[in-house]
């Protein structure tokens, strides 16, 4: 579990800021759901037999008895907010959220225990048109981000039925050659067949390579799905792979699924995976309802971004307020305020704790800050305060109290940036 510190903020608030806005241009909008679901829920909708239901939740009695989780993923708290707000009733929904999800894993680079989602979900939307807008709003997001080398691949697992006729097969494959498993994969055997072809053992590669493809048991809508799919992406110029082995770690999933790839991230290679779940909701008791969503992972997401060069300059302050003198320090509060009132938006930092004026300007100049203003006991007396340029050679002007702001909006607008990138990031 990781600290986000003020260095990291900047990428975060970058990624954040992009998706609102791009998930604003789709039309999905934004729920906020708790991060705490009965245990139960997750079990139901994830699945028994998965690794995040078996080893990786942090589950824990309340102290009214009820088994509660830290959710470990976001897709069963909206699906089940759908249901208990009584949303559902043949409505259409495109929501998204973000926040910390917990699983108990072991930890390793770009593997944490908490870790951050923004994650996405369209209820009610039965044909592909909904999983082909998904994914061309990921990958404007990847253009938004500068990121260029992701990489897409696509599956289907079919229909719940073609997936339960195709798990027949693969139990009597695997049973076969159950000699050659190793232990995980016979557990999976009895629970979960379809997790031994994502297994990372080199061992079972040749197994794995030899196992029957979910592909030539698929049923014939869900091929026309899938086909319809991969046309639309291929008019609006995504490309992508097809990767039959692509099976997820989530019970709920049907027909498409989907993961964008990195291969500058080790083995932990997955930025943003999802899929159709389109039995979900009815086995959570109500009435049936196609649905699917993303998830991609804010922790990898911003590795990246660190890699590309396209995190920016932590905000700096535009304007740094230096004061010396009894009644200037007096003022000064006053001065600062009144700026933030008249020059919305834009970073006016006051010094504070006192100081001589060169320690003053060495905070003023650390700040990153492009215009100093100057108060002075002299200059109050005749009605002034002066304002300096900090990134460029410069002599200090007088400016009129009483026209400052407009004074300081002005020069602010012909100074060049200050070192950090307040300007264009805060307006972008
Ligand atoms: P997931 O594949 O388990 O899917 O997670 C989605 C993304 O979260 C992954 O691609 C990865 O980027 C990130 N992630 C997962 N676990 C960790 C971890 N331990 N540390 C850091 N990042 C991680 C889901 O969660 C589904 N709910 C996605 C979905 C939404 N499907 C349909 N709707």
């Known amino acids: 579990m990781n600290d986000v510190l003020p260095g990291d903020i ?32 997750f079990k139901r909708s994830i699945g028994e037999y998965t690794d995040i239901v078996e080893k990786e939740m942090y589950t824990f009695d309340d102290v009214g008895g009820d088994s509660l989780t830290l959710r470990p993923e976001a897709t069963a708290g909206i699906a089940r907010a759908v249901i208990s707000n009584g949303l559902l009733r043949g409505a259409r929904h495109k929501l998204w959220c973000s926040g910390p999800m917990f699983r108990h894993e072991r930890p390793q680079q770009g593997r944490y225990r908490q870790f951050h989602q923004i994650d996405a979900e369209a209820v009610g ?20 981000l500068g990121l260029t080398r992701l990489r897409l691949v696509l599956n289907s697992l079919g229909t719940l039925e073609a997936r339960a006729r195709y798990r027949e097969v ?22 979960n067949p379809l997790r031994i072809l994502d297994s990372k053992n080199p061992q ?3 197994l794995i390579e030899a196992a029957p493809l979910l592909s030539d048991y698929l049923d014939e809508a869900s091929r026309a799905h899938f086909a319809a799919l991969c046309t639309a992406l291929d008019g609006i110029g995504v490309t992508y792979t097809v990767n039959p082995r692509l099976v997820r770690g989530l019970d709920y999933y049907s027909r498409t699924v989907f993961e964008w790839v990195s291969d500058e991230l080790g083995a932990q290679d997955a930025v943003c995976s999802g899929g159709r779940y389109d039995g979900l909701i009815a086995q959570l008791g109500a009435e049936s309802t196609p649905a699917i969503g993303f998830a991609l992972g804010v922790e990898r997401c911003v590795a990246l971004m660190r890699l590309a060069g396209s995190v920016p300059d932590a905000p700096a302050p535009e304007l740094y307020i230096v004061a010396s003198g009894e009644r200037a320090e007096r003022a000064a509060p006053q001065v ?8 919305p938006g834009r970073g006016v930092q006051l010094n504070l704790g006192g100081g001589n004026f060169k320690t003053q300007f060495r905070r003023a100049d ?45 020069l602010l607008d012909q100074e060049p940036a200050g070192s950090g990138a307040a300007g264009d990031f805060g307006r972008a």
């Not at 241009?25 to 729920?31: A, K, Q, R, S, T």
């Not at 044909?127 to 990847?142: M, S, Y």
């Not at 600062?336 to 020059?343: C, I, T």
């Not at 215009?371 to 340029?389: M, N, Q, S, T």
Request: with cysteine.
């Open 204 to 206: 079972l590669r040749a």
């Open 366 to 410: 650390r700040s990153g800050a492009r215009l100093a203003l100057i108060l002075g006991d002299d200059e109050l007396d005749r009605g002034v305060a002066a304002v300096k340029p900090l990134r460029r050679e410069g002599g200090q002007i007088d400016c009129s109290l009483d026209l400052l702001a407009g004074r300081i909006a002005s």
């Open 10 to 41: 900047s990428a975060w608030q970058r990624l954040e800021q992009l998706a609102r806005t791009i998930f604003t241009v789709y039309g999905y909008d934004e729920v906020r759901v708790p991060i705490v679901e009965h245990t139960e829920l």
């Open 336 to 343: 600062a305020e009144a700026l933030r009132d008249a020059l």
């Open 170 to 191: 693969l139990v009597d494959y695997f049973r076969v050659h159950e000699g050659a498993l190793d232990e995980d994969s016979r557990r999976r055997l009895g629970g």
């Open 125 to 144: 939307f039965a044909g592909p048109d909904i999983d082909v807008e998904l994914i061309a709003l990921t990958a404007r997001l990847w253009r938004a």
